[in-house]
C-alpha cells in the first residue's frame, strides 16, 4: 500500500462496527452501503475514491489496493454516523460557515480552476456542497465527542513527569556558525584570513556555498548527531574557537563555536503546560473512540461485498 495514498485516509476507523448487521444482499445494485437509513451510492464511493486515487497520483488500478477501498468505504460509513448523529442532536452547520468554507476552498483554484476540477469529478456545485457540509458535520461531532469532564489534576501530570523523565532530558546543544566550499586550497585560503582576524560571519556571506550564508553562516542550535558526522566536531570544541578544515562530501567546512548549552533536565514546573495538554487531548481521545464505540454498536450498517470486490 503506498504510504502517500494511505496519508490521505484518515484512519477514524479505528473501532469496527461490532454492532451492525452486515451483508450482501437486500441493497440495489446502486448501492455500495446502506447506514441506518442513509445509502451510500456507487457514483458517490467512486467519484470519492478516483478522487483520491488522483490527489495521490497514482493513475493505475493496480495500484489501489482492494483493503484500501475497503477502508475508505468504512470512512464513508463513519462520517454518514457522525452527521446523522449531529442531525438527532441538533447540531448545525450554517450556510454562512458552510459559504466561508467554500470560499477558503476556492482559494486554491484561480479563476475557474474550482469549477473544473469539479466537472472532472462529475459532480455537481450541490452535491459537493452537501458533501462539504456532512464532512463538516462529522468533524463537529467529533470536537464535540472529545470534550473531556472535568481538568487533568496535577497529580496526574506530576505522576506522568516522573515516570517519564527521560523524555525531559534536553541534550548538549551548540550554536556554530560554517563556511563550506568546494575546493580545499580556498578554504586554506579564508582560513588563514580567519585567523588574521576577519570577520567569520562577512567570510560566510561572501564565500560560503551553503544556504545559511545569507545569516553569515549561523546554523543554529543543534546536538551530537542532528547533523552530518562531521559537523559533531563542534562539540569537541571551545565557545568562539575556530576550526581546522574539515572535509565532507559536501565540501571544505569551517566551523566557528558561538555558543555552548549543556545538557540538563527539564523541570516539572517547566514541562507541566505541556503534558497537562497532551494528557487532556489523550484523555479526550480516549472519550471519543468510547462513544464513537457505542454509537457503531448501536448502527445497522449493510455493505454489499460484491460491488466492493469489482
Not at 496535577?154 to 516522573?162: C, N, P, S, V
Amino acid at each position: 500500500m503506498t504510504k502517500s495514498l494511505v496519508a490521505l485516509i484518515i484512519p477514524l476507523f479505528l473501532i469496527p462496527f461490532l454492532g451492525c448487521s452486515e451483508w450482501g444482499g437486500g441493497l440495489p445494485d446502486t448501492e455500495i452501503a446502506r447506514v441506518n437509513q442513509d445509502a451510500i451510492s456507487v457514483d458517490e464511493f467512486d467519484r470519492e475514491f478516483k478522487e483520491l486515487v488522483f490527489e495521490s497520483g497514482k493513475e493505475e488500478k493496480s495500484e489501489v489496493p482492494g483493503t484500501l477501498r475497503r477502508a475508505y468505504l468504512d470512512q464513508m460509513i463513519e462520517r454518514k454516523l457522525l452527521a446523522q448523529e449531529a442531525h438527532r442532536l441538533g447540531v448545525r452547520v450554517s450556510p454562512e460557515e458552510l459559504n466561508l468554507a467554500i470560499l477558503e476552498m476556492r482559494k486554491d483554484y484561480p479563476g475557474k480552476g474550482f469549477d473544473e476540477r469539479l466537472s472532472l469529478q462529475g459532480v455537481t456545485l450541490e452535491e459537493w456542497r452537501g458533501r462539504l457540509e456532512e464532512k463538516l458535520l462529522a468533524e463537529r461531532m467529533m470536537r464535540r465527542a472529545r470534550r473531556i469532564q472535568g481538568t487533568i489534576d496535577e497529580k496526574e501530570a506530576l505522576q506522568y513527569y516522573e515516570t517519564h523523565r527521560s523524555s525531559f532530558e534536553l541534550k548538549a546543544r551548540v550554536r556554530a556558525r560554517q563556511i563550506v566550499v568546494a575546493d580545499g586550497e580556498e578554504a586554506l585560503q579564508i582560513l588563514r584570513r580567519l585567523k588574521k582576524g576577519e570577520s567569520f560571519a562577512k567570510l560566510a556571506a561572501e564565500k560560503s556555498l551553503g544556504p545559511e550564508k545569507a545569516n553569515g553562516g549561523d546554523l543554529g542550535y543543534f546536538s551530537e548527531g542532528e547533523r552530518p558526522a562531521e559537523f559533531d566536531q563542534v562539540f569537541r570544541m571551545e565557545a568562539g574557537q575556530i576550526s581546522e578544515v574539515i572535509w565532507s562530501p559536501y565540501g571544505y567546512h569551517i566551523f566557528k563555536v558561538e555558543e555552548k548549552v549543556e545538557a540538563r533536565q527539564v523541570s516539572f514546573e517547566e514541562a507541566k503546560a505541556g503534558i497537562l495538554e497532551d494528557l487532556e487531548r489523550s484523555k479526550g481521545e480516549q472519550e471519543y473512540q468510547r462513544w464513537l464505540k457505542e454509537l457503531k454498536n448501536k448502527a445497522k450498517v449493510r455493505i454489499n461485498k460484491n460491488l466492493l470486490r469489482s
